[in-house]
């Protein structure tokens, strides 16, 4: 294991009515309980989007949880053991936890720098976050664009895992991806099509007052998600 600073993002699906409601109101109650996990660093609840993820319509079965931590064992320790943790895995119908090491990162969230990057050039698989938030006056814009980019990343084959995420509907998006190599994602960002569109309109017309991008080493998971690892696909050998 790593004794670097490390992330971990864990996916939570709800599938009982009573579960979703629960879920709903720990957006609100666990921000009480995630501070006093013992190592914990910057963390963040998020809710979800429908269908491949990223539309601004929130799917009440999924839910996530970012956070950092000062090296592996404490994060895999305390997502085992922590109360908030168990408390979430008791109500969820299945859950899935990756472990990532922070190999790039650049900008800011809620005003902080919460990754700590190695620097290093990541070799094979990795994951890929963007984080940003929308100023009120372009929201419409902006999600005018997401369709025909979720469908395009819904079509490419070479994504492992795919999900939009965010802390605030509309307002606040977070996009988290797994891919074979940096060449594959990189390809994908820059082709001509309406991501390669979307990056110059927000270049063009400064749509965000906040953004984040950052990659991942992948580590290792926990968990399962839709019956199986996402990351079965890949040449991993975790």
Known sequence: MTDTPIVSLSFFRFARPTARLWA???MGFARFALPK??????WKL????TGEGFTPLPNTAVYAILASWPDEMTARTQIESARIYTRYRRRASENWTIFLETTSARGQWSGKTPFHATAKTPKGPLAALTRATIKPAIALNFWRRVPDISRMIGADRNVAFK??????PLLHQITFSIWPDASAMAGFARENGPHAAAIRAVRDGNWFSEELYARFAILGETGS?????PLDTL???L
Not at 46 to 49: A, D, K, L, P
Not at 163 to 168: A, C, L, Q
Not at 225 to 229: A, C, H, L
Request: aromatic letters at 8%.
């Open 163 to 168: 999900i939009g995420i965010g802390e605030v």
């Open 46 to 49: 998020c809710g979800s989007g």
């Open 24 to 26: 709903l109101a720990m």
């Open 37 to 42: 996990v013992p190592g914990i660093g910057f």
């Open 235 to 237: 040449d991993l050998h």
């Open 225 to 229: 998600w839709g019956g199986k690892s």
